[in-house]
């Protein structure tokens, strides 16, 4: 069976630590786990991955929506998933995105989505207010946002409001990064209504 255009191979899951850009690339076992477990809540025509890395939420979201759009942001011009990505844009997820016209889709491409799904750089070189506010970012874009963070950042300032407002808490067993403390699979649904549900989700087979 041949694989898709798109595909690569996945890249080894690394996290860099002291890394001034907090790279920590997801597991792709990890990252298709936590795609299967959004599945039952959207089915996206657009998604975006604002700190795209080394891929793994791209291909996850590949493999369960072909048809998807997908639009990737990173600050590293050499992150390994940006060539997987419908459109890639080299720039912080804070910022704005840049409005341009597809020649080949006939439209313009999105700048609002369905979607958006990232592990965000994250510890001590970048600083959790930068987490908090790719948080914030991605959540003012899509209808369904999902963040993986660390599991501590539950009781920080900053991320509790975020909190108080997710349509679903998951902490991931095991921990992704076996040198790291544990994450937690975050998600907001602008649709949703009433308390979280807390449900811890069990990726690797």
Same mark, same amino acid.
């Given at each position: 069976?041949t694989?898709?255009?798109w595909f690569?191979?996945? @890249?080894?899951? @690394? %996290?860099?630590?002291?890394?001034?850009?907090g790279?920590s690339?997801?597991?792709?076992? +990890?990252a298709?786990?936590v795609?299967r477990?959004l599945?039952?809540?959207?089915?996206?025509g657009? @998604?975006w991955e604002? +700190?795209v890395?080394?891929?793994a939420?791209v291909?996850?979201?590949r493999?369960a929506?072909p048809?998807?759009?997908?639009?990737?942001?990173?600050?590293?011009?050499?992150?390994p998933g940006a060539?997987?990505?419908?459109?890639?844009?080299l720039?912080?997820a804070?910022d704005p995105?840049?409005?341009r016209?597809?020649v080949?889709l006939q /439209?313009?491409?999105?700048?609002?989505?369905?979607?958006s799904i990232?592990n965000?750089p994250f510890?001590? =070189?970048?600083g959790?207010a930068v987490?908090v506010? !790719? !948080?914030a970012a991605a959540?003012q874009r899509a209808t369904?946002c999902?963040? @993986?963070?660390?599991?501590d950042?539950?009781?920080?300032?900053?991320?509790? =409001?975020?909190?108080? $407002?997710?349509?679903?808490?998951?902490?991931l067993?095991p /921990?992704?990064f076996? %040198? $790291?403390?544990?994450?937690v699979?975050?998600?907001?649904?602008?649709?949703?209504?009433?308390?979280?549900t %807390?449900d811890?989700? /069990?990726?690797r087979?």
């Open positions: 069976m694989a898709p255009e690569v191979e996945p @890249v080894r899951p @690394v %996290h860099l630590r002291g890394d001034a850009q790279r690339y997801t597991p792709d076992q +990890c298709q786990a795609v477990r599945a039952a809540l959207v089915t996206p657009s @998604v604002p +700190c890395g080394g891929g939420f291909r996850a979201a493999l929506w048809g998807a759009h997908v639009t990737g942001c990173d600050l590293d011009p050499d992150a060539a997987l990505c419908d459109d890639f844009n720039q912080d804070r995105l840049p409005r016209y597809s080949e /439209r313009e491409l999105p700048t609002s989505f369905d979607l990232t965000p510890g001590k =070189a970048v959790q987490t506010s !790719i !948080i959540r369904v999902a963040q @993986v963070v660390p599991l950042y539950l009781t920080q300032t900053g991320l509790e =409001a975020h909190v108080q $407002e997710c349509a679903l808490v998951a902490p067993l /921990r992704p076996p %040198h $790291e403390r544990g994450m699979l975050l998600v907001w649904d602008t649709r949703h209504q009433g308390p979280a %807390h811890p989700l /069990r990726w087979s």
